[in-house]
């Protein structure tokens, strides 16, 4: 946002108007990439701006933040075309958008850059895992466990014999007799009696069925838009948010086209009110009937209108 804190006594500041703000390169570049506010400096809004943003030297030209109300940069108070061309087109091009991220130079890196630069270096010392090939391992493992420990088990109940030390060592051809008992078998333990079935726990009460509200129809404005060939009508609407929308009609359409754009949004009319050429003349268009068309509102072929919510008094 673009403000200029303009003082009648001050000459510089009938130079600015006339000579700058009123060329046609200066219009257009500020069409494109700004909202122009211009207050004098004994109002109330301009008063309240200079106890704010300490502003002491006249003419007074700056650029705004909407969103938080941070004052970005000052133009100096001497200033033709040519200086303010140069100075707005630089900043336009340096902050494109108000997000301080984009501000920093491109070529220097950001400590988020090198974090990602470091471990795209240590990737190729970093040793893949394959998930199956460790649960296969672990199950080998455990096999070769399972058959030591059954090993050991036959051990404790039986002695072993060794094929070789059953041969006889003499010169005798006469073998001796190997006798292998058999191995005994244990009685399984009877079936124990079967358990009866837990109590069945009552069944969870049923969830409420979910309601889910329509969506609104974005395109529902168009409805109350006016004859296709009349004149257009550009108006830019600020929302309590801080975003911009932009809304191209004919000029023979009626307010309720911009009530329907807005409460399909969220800023329903009974809750909001709308504002045209704040702050000053301000228009309150909430009070005027919204079958009323925009040529009977005053409308110019460009307007910025504000929507702010009712207080709570009313």
Known sequence: MMINIHNYAEFDCQKLVRDVLRHEAVIEIIK???VFWSVTHDSADGLRYITHYKAVSFPHLAIIDPRTGEKILTYPTQMDVMKFCNVTTQFVADKPTFDPFTWQSTQEETPAARDVSATAKRSD???IIDPEEEEFKRA????EQEEKARKKRLNG???IFDVEDLLDDDDDEEEDEVVVEP????????PSAPLAPPPSAPPAPLAPPTVVAPEPDLES?????GASGDPEVTVKIRLPTGAALDLTLPNSSSLEAIWEFIGARGFSAAEHELL???PAPKVLLSTLDKTTLLTEAGFAARE????QKKDDDE
Not at 140 to 143: G, I, K, M, V
């Open 157 to 159: 109940e039986h002695e």
């Open 221 to 225: 404005h168009r409805k109350f838009f």
């Open 32 to 34: 494109e990439n700004f």
């Open 276 to 278: 045209k050429n704040y």
């Open 125 to 127: 010392s970093v040793q």
């Open 304 to 307: 910025m209108l504000i929507v």
């Open 183 to 190: 191995v005994k078998k244990t009685e399984a333990p009877p």
């Open 140 to 143: 080998l493992r455990l096999s």
